[in-house]
């Protein structure tokens, strides 16, 4: 179902061994795929956003794995097809997040809203509380 030809030639015909090349999900348990070889139409959650998507509740269908760093990292993929347009804030929604950032960056004790976000170990701005500078 999920196969990459040049991939399958290689391991066919030529007789190469690749570690994450699994489309049948024998070794892994799920199909799987190296680094930038995802069959078309499989995208990853972050190609997804950046196509303003959202996976939608559908389910895994497959998973990239490459190693970085002595690690073995993974990405899972889902169906472009079957993605849905990311869903937009509400007017109240926005209203609400913008009173939170604002509480964030009020000063409780002088008052004054600063440019940056008070910091959460003092709870004051820098101005009530210079020890948070050193």
């Known amino acids: ?6 991939l399958d030639f290689l391991v066919d015909h030529r007789g190469f061994f690749l570690e994450f090349y699994d489309p049948d999900g024998q070794r892994f348990g799920f199909p799987t ?3 930038h070889c995802a069959p078309d139409g499989l995208v990853t959650r972050r190609q997804l956003r950046a ?3 959202r996976p939608a509740g559908q389910p895994v269908i497959a998973q990239i794995l490459w190693r970085h760093r002595k690690h073995t990292r993974t990405a ?4 472009r097809d079957l993605a849905k347009p990311k869903r937009q804030a509400t007017d109240a929604q926005l209203i609400a997040v913008s009173k939170a950032l604002l509480a964030r960056r009020t000063c409780p004790t002088c008052g004054q809203v600063k440019d940056y976000y008070i ?4 709870g004051e701005c820098l101005d ?3 020890e948070v500078n050193r």
């Open 119 to 122: 910091p959460r170990r003092s």
């Open 51 to 53: 196509a303003g998507l």
């Open 128 to 130: 009530c509380n210079p």
């Open 33 to 35: 795929f190296p680094y």
């Open 1 to 6: 179902m999920l196969r990459n030809q040049d």
């Open 76 to 79: 899972y993929l889902y169906r």
